[in-house]
């Protein structure tokens, strides 16, 4: 009798171990809290921003970025960790791919020197990253913040739209950026059809007339 119930408990007891590391591994210590996805990823990988700490708190605290593959997550800093799981095959996915560099909600997570906002049209930022709240519906008098200006400042501001051009092995990218220096820097960026990424600074400056002297680099939350 006290064999078998000595059984029962040591039978009980690898039970629970065996749920308890099932929970363990396949619990996740954050919560996601939003999920950006773009056609250059391979099927069933996002890029996801996700906090661990208590809901509620100062987010940018506590916010990371990871690569899901499925319901695997991966911790990144860089868009080279990214390199894998892209699947570019076209001048608009380059393009979307580089722009996660430099995404309202995403440029305080990257772990880099030097991190940036692209300097463009409100039009062209609605479709393609989110908007701040507070530029919504007062662009005009709150141009520039984010990197965003209003169409009229963009068309006067004497900088240029993003070139995307297919080379050998990939993409290349030229696109004005304001950076965590203060600068306007003209930035060429070249991605693989993988996802390998590369970025070199062809020329940076202080804002030189009265339209880009009206960027600022958004606040961190």
Not at 8 to 25: C, E
Not at 64 to 81: K, M, P
Not at 120 to 126: G, L, N, S
Request: glycine residues 6%; positive net charge.
């Amino acid at each position: 009798m006290r064999t078998r119930l000595f059984t029962y408990v040591v039978m009980l007891f690898a039970l629970g171990t065996i749920v308890a590391l099932y929970v363990a591994r396949n619990s996740k210590p954050f919560h996601v809290c939003s999920v950006i996805g773009i056609d250059g990823f391979k099927s069933q990988c996002d890029l996801v921003i996700a906090s661990d700490g208590p809901p509620g708190d100062p987010k940018s605290l506590f916010e990371h970025l990871y690569l899901r593959v499925y319901d695997d997550y991966r911790a990144i800093s860089s868009l080279n960790d990214l390199s894998g799981s892209c699947k570019i095959s076209s001048v608009s996915d380059a393009l979307e791919f580089v722009r996660l560099r430099t995404r309202i909600e995403t440029i305080y997570l990257w772990r880099t020197n030097v991190n940036g906002v692209e300097i463009q049209p409100i039009t062209t930022a609605a479709k393609v990253s989110v908007v701040p709240m507070i530029l919504q519906n007062s662009v005009d008098q709150l141009s520039g913040y984010s990197g965003i200006l209003s169409d009229v400042d963009y068309a006067g501001s004497g900088l240029t739209p993003p070139i995307v051009k297919k080379v050998k092995g990939g993409y290349k990218v030229r696109r004005y950026v304001y950076t965590t220096r203060l600068q306007v820097e003209l930035w060429e960026e070249s991605v693989t059809g993988e996802g390998k990424y590369e970025m070199s600074v062809i020329s940076a400056r202080a804002p030189w007339n009265n339209v880009l002297n009206k960027l600022q680099f958004p606040v961190r939350e």
